[in-house]
Nanobody, 124 residues
């Protein structure tokens, strides 16, 4: 069993930056692909970014390319999402997720573990 705990969400002005963190329990973190998803009020949960188990491959939704960067530190069992040039439409609850294979995918149904989420609000 893997437990995921997100942190770093807060209120930020448009154009600002935030870094989200997701800390994972367990000794097998380095063998899991990780993803970040987000869900805005009244909308479905959507893929944001993903990273392979080794960190060698990353994948982004078109809406966040060139603004967001996903990374991981396997020694610290943590995955990060650096978010720059934030826009009001980035407002959502952000979730991290883990899947028990090394390859990253965008399909949330293929992830095995989920965190509780952290709220990001972009507003002036």
């Amino acid at each position: 069993q893997v437990q995921l705990v997100e942190s770093g969400g807060e209120l930020v002005q448009p154009g600002g930056s935030l870094r989200l963190s997701c800390a994972a329990s367990g000794r097998t973190f380095s063998s899991y692909a990780m993803g970040w998803f987000r869900q805005a009020p009244g909308k479905e949960r959507l893929f944001v970014a993903g990273i392979s188990a080794s960190g060698g491959s990353t994948y982004y939704a078109d809406s966040v390319k060139d603004r967001f960067t996903i990374s991981r530190d396997n020694a610290k069992n943590t995955v990060y999402l650096q978010m720059n040039n934030l826009k009001p439409e980035d407002t959502a609850v952000y979730f991290c997720a883990a899947r028990r294979v090394r390859m990253v995918v965008a399909d949330g149904s293929r992830y095995d573990y989920w965190g509780q989420g952290t709220q990001v609000t972009v507003s002036s």
